[in-house]
């Protein structure tokens, strides 16, 4: 088992980083924290897909020689959806952090639990 983890070192520090991210996004109650938790969670998923998108002894499907056979590149389709998804990430994180600010201005916290407290007496 543990020779499995030592050779996967990639996918078991994505792991671990997407436990943390979770972790922190579900536990702390600061939204800041909340939104580093989640940046935590996509970039472990990022590398979990750069892991797997990558086989030793293969190229980048660069055509420079010629054509030459499939089986001698690795495939795009991983670094893509990496690519992307950064993209989508940092306009997620911009959005939510656009919204924390104007969550604050309203109601001079942070923190969701005083937010929502603040929220039912501003309600009654």
Do not use: C
Request: glycine residues 8%; without cysteine; neutral net charge.
């Amino acid at each position: 088992m543990w020779n499995n983890i030592l050779t996967n070192y990639y996918e078991t520090v994505a792991i671990l980083l997407f436990g943390i991210g979770l972790v922190t996004l579900l536990l702390h109650r600061n939204l800041v924290k909340k939104i580093i938790g989640l940046n935590i969670a996509d970039s472990a998923v990022y590398l979990f897909l750069a892991a797997k998108g990558y086989i030793r002894g293969r190229s980048v499907p660069i055509i420079s020689g010629g054509v030459q056979d499939t089986s001698a590149y690795i495939n795009p389709i991983p670094t893509g959806l990496i690519l992307t998804g950064i993209v989508i990430s940092v306009s997620v994180t911009a959005f939510a952090l656009a919204l924390i600010v104007s969550l604050y201005k309203q109601y001079d916290t942070l923190n969701l639990d005083e937010m929502l407290q603040i929220a039912n007496r501003e309600e009654e």
